[in-house]
T-cell receptor, first 113, second 110 residues
């Protein structure tokens, strides 16, 4: 009963390096989301997808790219990491027709030095 | 953009006490949600509210969708140590993505 799985759980990058965060869900959900969580800021939406092959910008999309080539996977890419991208990243998924009920993964802690 | 004002930011209570927290918005929301986040984990949905005035319980937790549609409340009765964590409200404006509050961090003193 995996639900939403995020890999890796932890990562340290140097400024300018690139990396991809992977999110996989086994609930056959149409919608998937990427959030970042910073102290005192709550959860802020980076990008989201309402179906395979489609993506859209959220509240804080700059510096990130995403892809949804398969329904069960949603990838978040950082092309040139910056210290301001140090954060905890959460992926979530949800049923089609509802932008509300979301199921979250356990998060990826990213530090950019 | 739209924001949710969640209060208090943190709470220190004794085990067994009741807890109240709330969220307010300057605009009308169609849906209110309450999530809990345990340390090192992702948020987990506690209660979802869809109608103004709706009152819903989940065990010791009770949440209400305010009649003005601009606020919501979460109450926890007889707190226990496992209630420790961060509680987030989230709301959905009309035809738009949900917005999260900044969270209420609950601490329980032994």
């Amino acid at each position: 009963n995996a639900g939403v799985t995020q890999t890796p759980k932890f990562r340290v990058l140097k400024t300018g390096q690139s990396m991809t965060l992977l999110c996989a869900q086994d609930m056959n959900h149409e919608y998937m989301y990427w959030y970042r969580q910073d102290p005192g800021m709550g959860l802020r939406l980076i990008h989201y997808s309402v179906g395979e092959g489609t993506t859209a910008k959220g509240e804080v999309p700059d510096g990130y790219n995403v892809s949804r080539l398969k329904k069960q996977n949603f990838l978040l890419g950082l092309e040139s990491a910056a210290p301001s991208q140090t954060s905890v990243y959460f992926c979530a998924s949800g049923l089609a027709g509802s932008l509300t009920i979301q199921y979250f993964g356990a998060g990826t802690r990213l530090s950019v030095l | 953009g739209q924001q949710l004002n969640q209060s208090p930011q943190s709470m220190f209570i004794q085990e067994g006490e009741d807890v109240s927290m709330n969220c307010t918005s300057s605009s009308i929301f169609n849906t209110w949600l309450w999530y809990k986040q345990d340390p090192g984990e992702g948020p987990v949905l506690l209660i979802a509210l869809y109608k103004a005035g709706e009152l819903t319980s989940n065990g010791r937790l009770t949440a209400q969708f305010g009649t003005t549609r601009k606020d919501s409340f979460l109450n926890i009765s007889a707190s226990i140590p496992s209630d420790v964590g961060i509680y987030f409200c989230a709301g959905q404006p009309r035809d738009d993505k949900i917005i999260f509050g900044k969270g209420t961090r609950l601490h329980i003193l032994p």
